[in-house]
């Protein structure tokens, strides 16, 4: 009884409070009433946004965050910015656990381990905590959307045809990944080898190396490729501290030029090796667009703007973008940049 | 004879995957990437001498990866900034000391384990490189690699300075008093101060030492390459804590020597290569590292119990 009575009294304030907020909204008739009074309510609760990424001391992500703080200005809501030091699928669930705790209301995550994550994300959504993943996404089941750089069809097939243009398209060639483990790099070389073997039957991936996401350690897995394989033509690197870190072992086994090297990464930390012909061409999306994007996804999945089945959304200055069946949120096509067009971008 | 038996069958091992490599994959000795590949090590086996030292007074420093990357990035900025090398370095290793003259406080005085010490330290100076650093790479002026000379001039001078501060730390830890302290306090601590050591002290610049190592190694690492990642002391502590576990360093104190642990960590340096020129997937890189390491510490557990009985 106690309760029902409690019950009826905040059931009572709170008509108390929300009739005059309905009475000052124009245009209203009295079925449509509770609701707008409901979305004025949630709207004017600030949202709180927990963000991951998969790294927090790599410059890839630390662009990420610069996008997704540039959102949070302009949409005015809470963030809570956090993750592992260097890439650990395990702390990465630790955080997502503290947040279920502390109840937020939107999770933005880029997943270190597609499957080991899940678990975490589905409790919270069981808890109520909306999800979206990017950069690299979770089991479909575990959120809601995913904000996808590009299709990873898309860099895989970008990479492999530029790796083709650069051999004449024959000839071997080696790639660096960073874990074996990472979800987003084991797709896109997925769609790396379909490529290759439905395109380029004279090329030949000799062998996939990961470097930890290290510099120097993509420098020393390099320097052993290139004398183990002495026909390679051409390094592959798909994650971005891998990338100069290769470029400076072809420069430093003096094969630059005869070895080509192109990867994903980013311009300030390949622009020497650009200019010297040593790596021939970087892939990249532009990076602070990709947690810009991420952010306004998770907001509008919270404010309830983003609904499951919507094929389209808008993204403040990134205007109307697509979404597709997989609920995949695409932000464009990956740009190819190189000697003559890096000094154009400031990341 | 029995005493070197650890490090004469880890040099065994080495001998074999050498042969293995000879037969199958000549080219694995081609001159110019082997010295590539064995001035890379450089800086780990910078890193295992201290761990070495720090193991046998029977302690451990897991925060060095972390002084490592702070040192580097500290180094690179002031060069970058226009500072020389040869102050640089001095630098370098008095930041990496400070550091470790932190942990030996919190270790020798307060009495706390070192496992937690250095645990608390490695988080902390690797969020203080995350929040300083924010993940940029450093971007060190023309000169600066290979000390102005030519690249094959500047590995031979890099490996031979490496291994003469090994040959001269193994020197003075078999012969001299200050050296066979270190022993002493990692047998027995309380036996050493009666016998007039001061455990206390040899703790505190072990660790001292250890920190102004990892700025000396930053620098022979950043030395390799125009570009400093700040990422690049993640992970190497637990490669230099392997090295000196696989080449004999007791991890319970008081026993190993410095050439075992540099006999360690060529063999668990060629182990990664050696799986690239036998092509061997990757997968399989960590499992084996593993197993050896697994190898040394039940044969040390093997040692112990026969040696209590």
């Not at chain 1, 990472?182 to 470097?211: F, G, H, Q, S």
């Not at chain 2, 690049?232 to 696989?246: F, H, N, R």
Request: hydrophobic share 50%.
């Amino acid at each position: 009884m106690p309760q029902t009575t409690a019950m009826k009294r905040s059931q009572f304030l709170h008509s108390l409070l929300v009739l005059p907020a309905a009475l000052l909204l124009p245009g209203c008739n009295k079925s449509e009433t509770g609701a707008s009074a409901e979305n004025a309510a949630g709207a004017g609760k600030k949202l709180t946004i927990a963000f991951m990424p998969k790294s927090k001391g790599n410059s890839y992500f630390i662009n990420c965050e610069k996008g997704a703080r540039e959102a949070v200005q302009e949409l005015g809501v809470d963030l809570l910015f956090d993750g592992p030091t260097n890439t650990d699928p395990a702390k990465q669930n630790e955080i997502v656990e503290n947040w279920i705790t502390l109840g937020v209301d939107v999770m933005a995550v880029a997943c270190e381990n597609k499957e080991g994550i899940s678990g975490a994300l589905k409790k919270a959504q069981e808890k109520g905590i909306k999800v979206v993943t990017f950069d690299s996404d979770t089991t479909p089941d575990a959120r809601s959307f995913f904000v996808s750089q590009a299709t990873a069809q898309g860099i895989g097939e970008g990479l492999m045809d530029e790796a083709a243009r650069l051999c004449g398209e024959e000839g071997e060639f080696a790639i660096i990944t960073a874990t074996l483990t990472a979800a987003n790099m084991n797709e896109w070389r997925k769609y790396i080898e379909a490529r290759l073997a439905e395109k380029y039957p004279k090329m030949k991936l000799v062998d996939t190396k990961p470097c930890d996401d290290q510099k120097d350690k993509a420098q020393q897995e390099t320097t052993n490729l290139l004398g183990a394989n002495p026909n390679l033509k051409c390094i592959m690197a798909i994650c971005s501290p891998a990338v100069p870190g290769a470029a400076e072992a072809v420069k430093q086994a003096g094969k630059a030029g005869a070895v080509k090297v192109l990867g994903l990464g980013l311009p300030s930390e390949n622009r020497a090796y650009l200019k010297d012909g040593i790596t021939q061409s970087v892939i990249l999306w532009k990076v602070a667009d990709l947690g810009y994007l991420a952010l306004h996804a998770a907001h509008a999945l919270g404010s309830g703007a983003l609904k499951a089945g919507d094929t389209s959304f808008k993204a403040g200055r990134l205007g109307e973008l697509q979404v597709d069946s997989d609920g995949a949120i695409i932000l464009g096509k990956p740009f190819v940049f190189n000697k003559e067009n890096v000094d154009q971008f400031d990341f | 004879m029995n005493r070197y038996f650890r490090e004469l069958s880890v040099a065994g091992a080495l001998v074999l995957l050498l042969g293995l490599l000879g037969v199958v994959a000549p080219q694995f000795f081609e001159l110019q990437p082997l010295l590539s590949r064995l001035t890379a090590q450089v800086p780990t086996l910078v890193l295992t001498i201290g761990i070495a030292m720090v193991m046998i007074t029977r302690q451990i420093d897991i925060s060095v990866g972390s002084q490592f990357g702070l040192c580097a990035v500290l180094a690179g900025n002031l060069l970058a900034g226009g500072l020389s090398l040869p102050l640089a370095l001095p630098l370098a290793a008095t930041a990496g000391a400070a550091m470790g003259a932190l942990n030996g406080c919190l270790v020798a005085w307060l009495g706390l384990p070192s496992i937690v010490v250095t645990l608390a330290t490695m988080v902390t100076w690797a969020e203080v490189l995350r929040l300083t650093q924010q993940g940029r790479f450093i971007n060190l002026p023309a000169g600066v690699q290979w000390l102005s000379l030519s690249q094959a001039a500047g590995q031979t001078a890099l490996l031979a300075a490496s291994l003469a501060l090994l040959a001269a730390m193994a020197w003075l830890l078999k012969n001299r008093s200050g050296g066979r302290h270190l022993y002493a306090v990692g047998s027995d601590a309380e036996a050493a101060r009666l016998s007039g050591i001061n455990p206390k002290a040899t703790t505190f610049w072990v660790f001292v030492f250890m920190g102004a190592l990892a700025g000396v190694a930053a620098v022979c690492n950043l030395v390799q390459s125009p570009q400093v990642d700040p990422k690049c002391g993640t992970g190497l502590e637990l490669k230099a804590i392997a090295a000196a576990v696989v080449g004999g360093i007791a991890v319970n104190g008081g026993r190993g020597s410095l050439w075992g642990a540099f006999v360690g960590l060529l063999l668990l340096a060629t182990i990664n290569p050696a799986l690239t020129f036998l092509h061997v997937e990757a997968y399989w890189e960590k499992a084996i590292q593993g197993l050896v390491i697994l190898l040394a510490v039940v044969a040390d557990g093997i040692r112990s119990r026969r040696n209590a009985s």
